[in-house]
């Protein structure tokens, strides 16, 4: 079992930056993959990147291409979201996820464990 807890989000101006962070509780084996997802109200839920524990393979949805960067530190066991040059298109409630498999697939029926999310709003 696995639990993870989300930090870092908050309101921001659009071209601003945050750093959002997901910290999990519990075994990460080195064949997992933790994704990020987004999700805003009335929407569904939005794949944003994702990354192998192992090896760092990184995967970025085309939207946040070059504005977003997910990274982890294995010895801590959290994986971090930079976000930069936000709009204001990038408001949602923000969710990380654990995939035993390390497919790190962009559908959230890719994902076995879910963190609650945290807020983030991009005012213009």
């Known amino acids: 079992q696995v639990q993870l807890v989300e930090s870092g989000g908050g309101l921001v101006q659009a071209g601003g930056s945050l750093r959002l962070s997901c910290a999990a509780s519990g075994r990460i084996f080195s064949n997992y993959a933790m994704g990020w997802f987004r999700q805003a109200p009335g929407k569904e839920r939005e794949f944003v990147a994702a990354?192998?524990?192992?090896?760092?393979?990184?995967f970025y949805a085309d939207s946040v291409k070059g504005r977003f960067t997910i990274s982890r530190d294995n010895a801590k066991n959290t994986a971090y979201l930079q976000l930069n040059s936000l709009k204001p298109e990038d408001t949602g409630v923000y969710l990380c996820?654990?995939?035993?498999?390390?497919?790190?697939?962009?559908?959230?029926?890719?994902?076995?464990?879910w963190g609650q999310g945290t807020q983030v709003i991009v005012s213009s």
């Open positions: 990354i192998r524990w192992s090896g760092g393979t990184t």
């Open positions: 996820a654990v995939d035993r498999t390390g497919f790190s697939g962009r559908s959230p029926r890719d994902y076995d464990y």
